[in-house]
């Protein structure tokens, strides 16, 4: 417990700055919107800790203001992939059965696509845009929630607490959402900081390609 | 009062050598009002898996059951919840049969709050806690702690009290001192025996412990593999033993006791 | 007889956020070659740390003073290399659970041949001749087969006994043995008893066991050692302990077991953080007086073989 509040203190102060970092970076690193042909394309340096682009702008502070957009709408899908994973992941976990085996065969269709691909594909069947984004970024990524969940309730669930709340007479869903959800909670933060970074180099990857963003938007990629 | 109908369950694996594992093979027994019957036979031999289908938190493969007449193999919605008032269980494990993330209070104001005895944070709700626990040795201190900050003997006792909110008609105890030490499991065994006394409910009482179920039961019930092998009052088993395991049994139990 | 193992004033504490616990106290005992020496008590009586500390198995929070002389060799003054050729050598640990003790990826036969092998210079074919019989001597009527099965395939008994197998192995002259009935019923409790006294027959070998089974320790042990709050309270001999038991604690014990009438031992053990300087047993005793209150009793020697810590007898 004592090792605990350390690291929530530490994890705190360091999302607190980052936060700050990403929220004032247009403020903070306005100069890198100007372009300065004479110290176009430099090594990093002092000045510009990244280097400078083909129009002397510095990259440093355009990584910045680009990782504001790309930060927001990654927590926006993991948020989206979390709760569409949890809720599949829990019904077919606990439930076990024929929904069990259906929802496997979903889970296993989705998974054998690699993920950038499949998003690909339906960005391009929807059309660029920063909803069509979200859109396929969550349709590849709950599975790896579901996945963790799944295997976690049906642990979970053979435990005697479980059952014994059962045999009280406790409904399905107050034993999901009281006693199992909370308990998997512990494994799923880890992964949930982890994806974050994992989507922001997915939705970058995308923009690279032209299909996300609009003209305004790129201009800050 | 309570009885059980040539019951199996049989577990069903593989997909290309296909094998099945019969873990309750066609079990048949009934449990009168006020009475404690004993089963006892080695781990594995499907004991728990017939006390999670009388709680019906198990699906029987064949067979009936009746509580109080009424047949309850096939209940389910509002006449389940009834049942499941009625039918109780206490596990093994002290360990995990109380949920490690909530607080005493909660997890015996959730049976009261769930089968809507009194609402929620209601002086009614307070009352009623309190009194399940002192009936079952407990303190008011108890109460705002954690499963595991208390030792096994009081969790097994915040268990009972769980159970006794409810008034149930048949108690399951699942090996319910097999964890304990010695001095700790007569305060639980002497508890159970005192509030069955008090309440007037049935008992099936799981065990490996022939000591236990000697002085615990009335009847006793021996499975081996599944099946019973042998039943009657605790003299005629004890004394008169039929089948090869239960002899066994009793000769290395005679063994350890000279 | 040769003594084998001699603890000497032990004393075990670990440092929590709470303060000091103090889990075993001041305890002197002898092992000889070929006893089998049972510690009985219960749950958080300093028992299994006793065990632990003789192995230096301990986490590093814990503090162990005192001495423990194997074979004349202070154990908690070797260092790590002494400490590794002793351990699984010369003293073999058998742990709690027989269930989570083997490797379920491994055949059993690999894994007693890889505890060979470390123990006995030997080739491949003799390691396998040797597990084989050691399997033998502990009844395993076809020894063979058990060597290509996987753990899972056997019963709670016969992965004890495959542990068992493992602990021989290197023939240790010291087998300490944690809890090894624990949730085994009647039938399997006879395997392990007859299991632990071919093995000390054949080998020669001192056993401690760690217990809270009374059955069981009677059953098989030659000397018993009754710990309670980190002390031993009574020690001597298995047959006078429980024929005629002195210390108030090891009659209710006694009398609280199912078929001596279930008799109850009220209250709970006292805190090992903030120990009371008066006899730790006062709380529950029913035969405590005025003197009790006051002074913390020594351990008497009653006769040669039994020794009891209580003022009664003063």
Redesign the interface.
């Known amino acids: 417990m ?1 090792n605990n509040k350390h690291i929530i203190i530490a994890l705190t102060v360091l999302t607190a700055i980052l936060l700050l970092f990403v929220i004032a970076s247009p403020y903070l690193f306005s100069a890198s919107y100007d372009l300065d042909m004479k110290n176009a394309l430099q090594v990093p340096s002092s000045s510009h800790l990244f280097g400078s682009d083909n129009l002397g702008r510095d990259l440093f502070g355009r990584s910045f203001i680009g990782l504001r957009l790309s930060m927001a709408l990654a927590l926006v899908i993991q948020i989206i992939c979390l709760f569409v994973g949890a809720i599949l992941g829990a019904i077919s976990g606990y439930y076990g059965g024929v929904i069990d085996k259906a929802y496997i065969i979903i889970q296993d269709v989705v998974m054998s696509f690699p993920s950038l691909i499949a998003s690909l594909c339906l960005i391009a069947m929807l059309g660029p845009g920063i909803y069509t984004l979200i859109i396929a970024l969550s349709c590849t990524n709950w599975v790896t929630y579901a996945r963790l969940i799944r295997s976690e309730v049906v642990s979970l669930k053979e435990l005697d607490y479980i059952q014994g709340a059962r045999a009280i007479g406790a409904s399905s869903g107050y034993v999901l959402f009281r006693h199992i959800l909370p308990n998997v909670l512990r494994p799923l933060i880890p992964l949930f900081t982890l994806m974050i970074g994992h989507t922001v180099m997915a939705i970058s990857g995308l923009g690279f390609w032209v299909l996300v963003y609009s003209r305004q938007q790129r201009k800050s990629v | 009062m309570f009885e059980i109908r040539n019951l199996s369950k049989i577990y069903n694996s593989g997909v290309i050598h296909k094998a099945s594992l019969k873990a309750v093979d066609d079990v048949t027994f009934s449990v009168d009002r006020g009475e404690t019957v004993g089963i006892i ?4 031999c499907g004991k728990t898996s017939l006390a999670k289908m009388i709680l019906k938190l198990l699906k029987s493969s064949s067979g009936s059951m009746y509580l109080n007449g009424e047949d309850v193999s096939s209940i389910r919605g509002e006449k389940l919840k009834s049942y499941r008032r009625k039918v109780q269980i206490i596990f093994q494990n002290p360990e995990s049969s109380i949920n490690p993330h909530m607080k005493i209070y909660n997890c015996i104001a959730e049976v009261l709050r769930i089968n809507k005895l009194a609402s929620r944070k209601s002086e009614d709700e307070k009352a009623l806690i309190n009194q399940l626990i002192s009936m079952v040795g407990l303190q008011q201190e108890h109460l705002n702690r954690y499963s595991w900050e208390l ?2 003997g009081q969790v097994q006792r915040v268990a009972l009290a769980r159970v006794l909110a409810l008034k149930p008609e048949l108690l399951v105890a699942d090996e319910p001192t ?2 304990l ?7 639980v ?2 508890l159970l025996r005192s509030m069955q006394r008090e309440q007037g409910f049935a008992m099936l009482f799981i065990s ?5 179920v ?3 039961c009335d009847r006793v019930i021996v499975m081996f593999m599944g099946k019973i092998v042998e039943s009657g009052t605790i003299d005629q088993v004890f004394s008169h033993p039929c089948h090869t395991y239960t002899k ?2 009793l000769e ?2 005679e ?3 000279s | 007889m040769e003594k084998l193992l001699e603890i000497k004033n032990l004393c075990t504490h670990f440092d929590s ?1 709470n303060g000091c616990v103090n889990a075993v106290c001041n305890v002197n005992m002898d092992i000889y070659r070929g006893q089998i020496i049972g510690l009985i008590g ?2 958080g009586c300093g028992k299994s740390v006793l065990g632990q500390s003789v192995l230096r198995l301990l986490p590093k929070n814990a503090c162990i003073t005192g001495k423990i002389l194997f074979e004349g060799k202070d154990i908690l003054k070797m260092s790590v290399k002494e400490l590794r050729a002793v351990r699984g050598h010369k003293i073999a640990f058998i742990c709690q659970n027989p269930a989570e003790a083997l490797n379920p990826l491994m055949k059993n036969g690999t894994q007693i041949m890889e505890s060979v092998r470390i123990n006995q210079a030997l080739s491949k074919k003799e390691c396998r001749k040797t597990s084989i019989d050691l399997l033998s001597v502990l009844g395993f009527s076809e020894p063979k087969a058990i060597m290509h099965q996987f753990p899972n395939e056997l ?2 008994g016969m992965k004890q006994r495959v542990l068992a197998a493992m602990g021989m192995s290197g023939y240790p002259s010291l087998l300490i043995a944690d809890e090894p009935t624990k ?8 395997q392990v008893i007859a299991t632990i006294r071919k093995f000390t027959e054949t080998t020669g070998c001192a056993v401690l066991i760690i217990t ?1 089974d ?3 320790a009677s ?1 098989i042990c030659d000397t018993i050692a009754v710990m309670y709050a980190g002390e031993i309270a009574e020690m001597g001999d298995a047959k006078t302990l429980f024929n005629d038991p002195k210390h108030p604690y090891l009659m ?2 006694i009398k ?4 001596e009438g ?5 209250g ?1 053990v006292c805190s090992l953080i903030d120990l009371p300087s008066n006899c730790r047993f006062f709380d529950r005793c029913s035969y405590a007086t005025g003197v009790c209150q006051d002074q913390h009793p020594n351990l008497l020697t009653l006769n040669e073989e039994h020794r009891v810590r209580c003022l009664k007898y003063v």
């Open positions: 004592k | 036979g080695e781990s594995g030792s096994g097999s964890m030490d010695v001095s700790v499991q007569a305060q065994l002497t490996h412990d022939l000591d236990v000697r002085i615990m066994s049994l290395e139990y063994c350890l006791r | 956020r219960e749950t019963s709670g949730g085994l019923d009647a039938i399997k409790r006879g809270h009374l059955k069981f059953a209710s014990l609280s077991q199912p078929c279930l008799n109850v031992l009220n709970t």
